[in-house]
């Protein structure tokens, strides 16, 4: 059996239960344009879920909630690299972390993804009839029709909280605790959502970086600022930020932008200099700058000259390049690295 179309004319909970009525065994996969979500079922029920977005950052995820170091990740990342394996697998093997612990998050961030797709306005998907290797999952059944009831609730409770926080590129700032310190009485989830603060991160990092679903994630930022705790400070305007850059850069050829590099004093071998000027390559439109910026601030995660960063924007007189830097230093402080063919599920 084959099924095809879009969310936009094809109801998700509609399709979810006719697999679930006809007891399918089969994978789901459902695209968006910066996502991709893979749903396995098995005689009817879900067993598992993935999505792009979260695989690729497996250990940053495991960092960020408390299961392993910081240490520990740096370190099984680079072996992951060299034995070309998954990080999940480095991880166990090196025993910084339990087969049963790993499983629990990965089953943990299968259930947040599928309630997360029930949120997506239009996207393609196709179904097809599948034998699966459930040995390789991790070892569980979600109830279709429970995941169904579930997701309508969320759903519905999620658009209350997102009257309170309509944008979800708000920046939260920490507040003062007051007398009653109640940052002790604060669930787990409200305390890693806590400790991601930083002054620049948006409402949309917190949830990503944590892992948390959207209607979890939107739940403990409104908590956070129901106890007084944090406080929204303002939009970043990123797309108003490119908008001017590219206005800026219609000027601009090839030859004044490796100038400006020279005058900035970054040599032809540096990193960050190569990242510029793939981000000037790829300024064709507001979408590909964004998209390229947000790519190589990835890259920079762990370069040496991401310092250089701050300076750079602070000292760089040219505007057409301040923005760009100002754009990839924002980008670069929030951590979203990118672990090719490293930080991958097992």
Known sequence: MSIRGNLETFDLSALLQVLAWEQKTGKLLIRSKTNLVQIFFQDGDIVFATESRKNNRLGQLLFNNGL??????DECLATSRKKNQ???????????????????????????????????????????????????????????????????????????????????????????????NRKEELSADERLALSMLNGNITIRQVIDQTGFDDFTGYKVVNSLISYGLV????????????????????????????????????????????????????????????????????????????????????????????????????HSEQGHCIHKGADRIS
């Open 231 to 330: 406080e929204i400070v303002k939009n970043i305007p990123g797309e108003k930020l490119a908008e001017q850059s590219l206005d800026l850069l219609q000027g601009i050829d090839g030859r004044q932008f490796r100038e400006t590099l020279d005058h900035m004093g970054l040599k032809r071998t540096s990193l960050l200099r190569a990242s510029l000027l793939r981000i000037f390559r790829d300024a064709a439109d507001i979408g590909r700058l964004l998209e390229s910026v947000r790519e190589e601030s990835g890259r920079l995660c762990e370069c040496p000259e991401k310092a250089e960063l701050a300076r750079l924007k602070d000292q760089t007189p040219q505007p057409f390049m301040k923005n760009i830097l100002e754009l990839l230093s924002f």
């Open 68 to 73: 392993i170091s910081r240490q520990a990740l």
């Open 86 to 180: 998954f990080i999940g697998k480095t991880l166990v093997e090196g025993g910084y972390i339990s087969v049963k612990q790993l499983n629990e998050f990965l089953l943990k961030q299968a259930e947040n993804t599928i309630y997360n797709v029930f949120l997506w306005q239009e996207g393609e998907f196709e179904y097809n009839d599948a034998e699966l290797n459930i040995k390789s999952m991790a070892g569980k059944r979600f109830s279709t029709m429970n995941i169904l009831l579930e997701a309508s609730r969320r759903v519905d409770e999620l658009e209350v909280l997102k009257k309170r926080m309509p944008d979800d590129q708000a920046v939260l700032r920490l507040c003062k605790p007051d007398e009653k």
